[in-house]
């Protein structure tokens, strides 16, 4: 289960520097007409999901590739189907 603080949008834009204090702690969704229009994260957090996003990506793609490679996909055949 996630925590994560709430505030309404015009107490984060009063409080800037509190809501901004509390993100580096947990992140905080903001709301607008108790709606979630955004949620702010510590840098340190958004640096390890951009990380993370793209070390699942190559993951992912090593699979692709091994997947490919065992149904005889080969750099010459993949060469012709993405010059058509």
């Known amino acids: 289960m996630e925590v994560c603080r709430r505030s309404p949008q015009p107490k984060a834009s009063q409080n800037f520097a509190a809501t901004l204090d509390a993100a580096?702690?947990?992140p905080v969704r903001i709301q607008?007409?108790?709606r979630?229009?955004?949620?702010?994260?510590s840098a340190e957090e958004y640096n390890r999901l951009h990380r993370?996003?793209?070390s699942e990506f190559n993951r992912l793609s090593a699979i692709a590739a091994e997947q490919a490679k065992?149904?005889?996909m080969t750099e010459e055949?993949?060469?012709r189907i993405?010059?058509?």
Do not use: K, P, S, Y
Request: charged content about 35%; cysteine-free; hydrophobic content about 45%.
């Open 24 to 26: 580096q702690r947990e």
């Open 36 to 41: 979630d229009i955004a949620v702010l994260i």
């Open 77 to 79: 055949i993949l060469t």
């Open 52 to 54: 993370d996003r793209w």
């Open 32 to 34: 607008r007409h108790e």
């Open 82 to 84: 993405l010059a058509d």
């Open 70 to 72: 065992a149904n005889g």
